[in-house]
């Protein structure tokens, strides 16, 4: 491709997005700090300063930062990837239960080491997302439906294995309420992640395991997938017209089912990155709602524009959010729920970036056709008013080819010789 003819860096869909999501971001913050304003003018400014930099005030903060946006960014990739197929895995909720549970059932009850239990983890959040693809594929079932119910299903079903599990219970662990952050060291040790090769560099926080370093790996192979492999270019055929890749002999069932089970082992590997990390149980007694980090993974796949390697940093960004709000009572005196109300105009906007990217590719649009118009060549005068069937003025005379004589006959009734 000629220099000519490369697209402006301004015009490419991957730069109107990121565009897109910067501004959702920007907007969120400026009205978050007009409301910082109208509560306390005079703590404003620290209230901002605290929620941008409580986060990475430290090394011990920015890695439970780190260890918050591990789940998320899995719950992120597995949104993205089911977008990026043309489905919307609403179900990442659910699926990360179920794979919380598998995974906690392998460390707990079969005495497992931690890789085992992550890959227990993928296959339980895989298996609850088979549902929806199977009654999207065969039944031609809306998978929002179907994965909302399930995200129910799971939560109870979940709720009631562990009821009937005394060992999975803290108190089957040998852990007392006061040590429930150790409970996972008392029940299997080897379940619980490494700490990793950057642990000194974050002063040995108890935040800080490999978690991270799996998910930026997860991020890299599902975008090596969906850009470098002829499967990843099947499922975004299907997502994009399912019958037109069936005619083009593309299996559409397989991949659509193939897409929500990848998606579900992603937010199923997500939970098990969480609560195999040793620093917090999972208590069933407490567990009686959907969790919130499934479906805070629809903005970050949003902000990120459903780009694997943008989930990561999309992914820190919520999570330096989420964890700075309870900073924020301590440090001023404003309510810690001002930052869900920051995160909220920021979803909501980044609901928007397609729209926002409209508008930015409109504007370029209009302009590059303005500026076609100033470049292009005038048409010359005697070639507007030249009719298009007018024959060539410079075409030489053909003559015709004489027919041949044909001899008379005589007619019927003649005279006779």
Known sequence: MSKQNKQPLLQRPAVVGVLASLLSIVVGLVLGFVLLVLLNPGAAVGGMRAMLATGFSSMDKLGKVLYQAAPLMMCGLSVGFAFKTGLFNIGASGQYTMGAFFSLLCAIQFQLPWYVCLLA??????????????????????EV?????????????????????????????????????AALNVANPGAILPRGPFAALFGNSSWINISIIITIIFAILVWVILQKTTFGYELKACGANRHAARYAGIPDKRNIVLSMAIAGALAGAGAALYWLSGNTEFYWNTYQALPGVGFNGIPVAL?????????????IFMAMLDI?????????????????????????LSAFSLLIQMMLTGRKKKLVVE???????DIPAEAETQPLDAPP??????????????PEQPEEGGEQA
């Open 371 to 377: 500026a076609n118009k100033t470049t292009t060549a």
């Open 324 to 348: 700075v709000g309870l900073q924020l009572t301590n440090l001023t005196a404003y309510n810690e729920y001002i930052t869900d109300v920051i995160i909220s105009v920021i979803v909501y």
């Open 393 to 406: 003025e410079d075409r030489p005379d053909i003559p015709m080819e004489e027919a041949p004589q044909v």
């Open 303 to 315: 902000l990120a524009v459903n780009n694997p390697i943008a989930v990561i940093f999309t992914g």
């Open 145 to 181: 439906i179907t994965a909302i119910m399930f995200n129910w299903i799971g939560m109870y079903l979940v709720n009631l294995l562990l009821a009937n599990m005394p060992n999975m219970l803290a108190s089957g662990w040998g852990a007392s309420n006061s040590d429930r952050t």
């Open 121 to 142: 983890g993928a296959v339980g959040g895989a298996t609850w997302g088979i549902f929806p693809g199977l009654f999207k594929a065969y039944f031609n079932v809306n």
